[in-house]
């Protein structure tokens, strides 16, 4: 059962245009979301997280934006760079539902900005 | 800046043998995780460890998987007789403890390629 659902498996935009990475969950007890950008041969990075008592996170050209009554969420990334040019991975935990913050991820959307 | 640290970045072990997987979290990091991906599919979770304990595990972390913190500072994951399907990247991750802080994301090594042969 996939939890965390990332449909977009690969996503090409221009530079300097905005990128939509989507996320879809079906755990209603997952209240704090986290995006992480994955180079190959290196770890996943963090990107930028979001709780549930928000619906909207912006740290520089990343914004990420939740929508807990469709379990929703999306990454954006304006202007998109060639350097952003990752896989990009959602993840979902349940803090304050008792989990101990161990992620759940997405299968991840490969993004491919061209110059 | 502080890192997680994995070695070795790539191990070939033969089918039954045991390997063990090495990590450093980062040093005032209380939680620990091991991921893995397998080639072309996601990222799981297996492992958190937490006060010296297993904290959660996956249905994947059998009876063949193990986790130990030998030291105070290293954080290994223990395969005891491998299979070919444990062929994978494997992730070791460290965190603040969640609920107690606002940044609760996970920091990530660099992974440990496992094949198994």
């Known amino acids: 059962d996939q939890q965390v659902k990332q449909n977009s498996p690969s996503l090409s935009v221009q530079e300097g245009r905005i990128s939509i990475l989507n996320c879809d969950y079906t755990n209603s007890m997952f209240d704090y979301f986290l995006w992480y950008k994955k180079y190959p041969a290196e770890g996943p990075t963090f990107l930028i997280s979001i709780s549930s008592i928000k619906d909207k996170n912006e740290d520089g050209r990343f914004t990420v934006f939740l929508n807990k009554s469709a379990k929703h969420l999306s990454l954006h990334i304006v202007p998109s760079q060639p350097g952003d040019s990752a896989v990009y991975f959602c993840a979902a935990s349940a803090i304050y539902g008792g989990s101990q913050g161990n992620l759940i991820f997405g299968k991840g959307t490969k993004l491919s900005v061209k110059p | 800046e502080p890192e997680v640290t994995q070695t070795p970045s790539h191990q070939v072990t033969q089918m039954g043998q045991e390997v063990i997987l090495r990590c450093v979290p980062i040093?005032?990091?209380?939680?620990f995780y091991w991921y893995r991906q397998i080639l072309g599919q996601k990222v799981e979770f297996l492992v958190s460890f937490y006060n010296n304990e297993i904290s959660e595990k996956s249905e994947i972390f059998d009876d063949q998987f193990s986790v130990e913190r030998p030291d105070g500072s290293n954080f290994t994951l223990k395969i005891r007789s491998t299979k070919l399907e444990d062929s994978a990247m494997y992730f070791c991750?460290?965190?603040?403890?969640?609920?107690?802080?606002?940044?609760?994301?996970?920091?990530f090594g660099q992974g440990t390629r496992l094949t198994v042969v």
């Open positions: 040093s005032n990091h209380l939680y």
């Open positions: 991750a460290s965190s603040l403890p969640p609920r107690q802080t606002k940044n609760t994301e996970a920091f």
